[in-house]
């Protein structure tokens, strides 16, 4: 069924837009009549503009639904551009919630497009109701579930298309749902609560030094001034104070200049792979930082494996996209080289310990839920214990951090203090 955007005007006189899904114009313009709207104009999604340039040649002929599901997509990319960076996490919880909508309806015994139909009348985010609309559009074409989904990679990625993909297979859509949804929401918590560690101790930070650094511009120099106006010799400290007031207010420009370059630098680095390969390699080796990320890449391993495996999807496919969720590129080679040894013979455990890259308790425990063919059950755990680690590693961290950073502020809030209060006591005992 065709999707229409239109736009007009509501009950109440006040201007409206959306999109309704209806078999011509005509039938969207009086399905919108019933519900009180004064329609200016019906649009089809996805409908074929005409080009601006003349004589342009065609990429490739592409069918009717691909244009439209094209068209779908650049509508949705711009609305996504349009609500800025939070749209990540916002993302991941429009899609928890929807998945565990589907899976309460597809348990009941709802027909998927009709599910799909009933969730998407209630939708109120319309990047998500679109792609729903284009989602259940392909559906009722015969398209099955996960290769509808597959289309929006942004809002389902790899690990959700072949959880649903194995529960088709199987028949238990429903139950794959119900994990899927309490997994995004599980990772949604923990990650949430490490970004929240990290968050104060850079809050503090930058408070700090912007504090330093109207100190340094706005009230040193004048100081400096008004002593130096009396002919009064300045100490060291408030020597060493002038100077780095002076450059930071002759030079402020050159330092920021400084410091975009070195991000692009950084950045251009890092998306080489064998830059990112070198960095991910040397934050694991940082102390209590490195830990941290370890564990936490470990748990999403863990959680994800399990997830996939007792979803019913194949070791190897398992690997592939658990590799995904790392963050961490040595970690991924890891992951790829275990799953090449795996595709030669070799089963799981032997390969992660000779990595020397995860835990030995990681490979003794695969070693044994291979062994007791309960692996799916025996990752769940080592999901569980790394992501308790992982809390304890978060406070860990913080509790060390926090201490550091004040007394850093401290000495350098204090040398301020010291340089600008010596002469001036100095200056109150010449005068006494």
């Known amino acids: 069924m065709p999707v229409y955007e239109w736009k007009g005007f509501d009950a109440r006189g006040k201007k409206a837009s959306g999109v309704i899904d209806a078999d011509s114009p005509r039938e969207a313009r009086l399905k919108l009549k019933r519900d009180r709207k004064l329609v200016t104009g019906v649009t089809e999604v996805g409908k074929k503009k005409k080009s601006k340039a003349k004589g342009k040649k065609k990429a490739g002929k592409r069918s009717g639904p691909q244009k439209r599901a094209d068209a779908l997509r650049e509508r949705i990319e711009a609305a996504r551009g349009r609500q800025g960076g939070k749209q990540t996490q916002k993302r991941l919880d429009l899609v928890s919630t929807f998945t565990r909508q589907m899976a309460t309806l597809v348990k009941a015994g709802i027909p998927i497009t009709e599910a799909l139909r009933a969730i998407i009348e209630q939708c109120e ?14 559906i009722s074409q015969g398209k099955p579930t996960a290769d509808a989904l597959a289309t929006h990679p942004d809002w389902f990625n790899e690990l959700y298309v072949s959880m649903v993909r194995s529960g088709e297979a199987a028949g238990h859509l429903d139950e794959v749902l119900e994990r899927l949804a309490k997994f995004i929401q599980e990772q949604t918590r923990v990650r949430n609560k490490v970004q929240a560690a990290m968050t104060y101790p850079i809050v503090m930070l ?32 408030t020597q060493i104070l002038d100077s780095a007031s002076g450059f930071l207010v002759a030079y402020w420009w050159a330092i920021m200049m400084l410091i975009i370059l070195a991000s692009f630098s950084f950045n251009l680095y890092y998306s080489s792979a064998k830059g990112r390969l070198a960095i991910d390699s040397k934050l694991l080796r940082l102390p209590v930082f490195g830990d941290l990320i370890a564990k936490q890449a470990i748990s999403r391993f863990a959680q994800t494996f399990a997830t996939l495996l007792g979803s019913g999807v194949s070791v190897v496919r398992c690997l592939e996209v658990t ?16 799953r090449e040894k795996i595709l030669e013979g070799a089963d799981i455990a ?5 990595s020397k890259v995860f835990p030995p308790l990681v490979g003794y425990m695969i070693a044994v839920g291979e062994q007791s063919g309960e692996l799916d059950r025996m990752m769940e755990q080592v999901g569980e214990s790394y992501q308790e680690e992982v809390d304890i590693a978060t406070q860990k961290f913080t509790s060390l951090i926090e201490p550091l950073l004040i007394v850093f502020l401290a000495i350098l809030v204090g040398f301020i203090i010291l340089a600008i209060l010596w002469p001036i006591l100095q200056m109150s005992q010449s005068i006494g």
């Open 125 to 138: 985010n319309r990047p998500l109701e679109m792609v729903l609309r284009d989602v259940r559009e392909a």
């Open 350 to 354: 032997t390969p992660l310990k000779d």
């Open 206 to 237: 930058v408070i700090g030094l912007g504090v330093v650094a109207i100190l340094l511009v706005a009230v040193v120099p004048k100081i400096t001034a008004m002593l130096a106006g009396r002919g009064q010799e300045l100490p060291l400290p």
């Open 323 to 338: 590799r995904t969720v790392l963050g961490n590129r040595l970690l991924e080679k890891t992951i790829d080289d275990v």
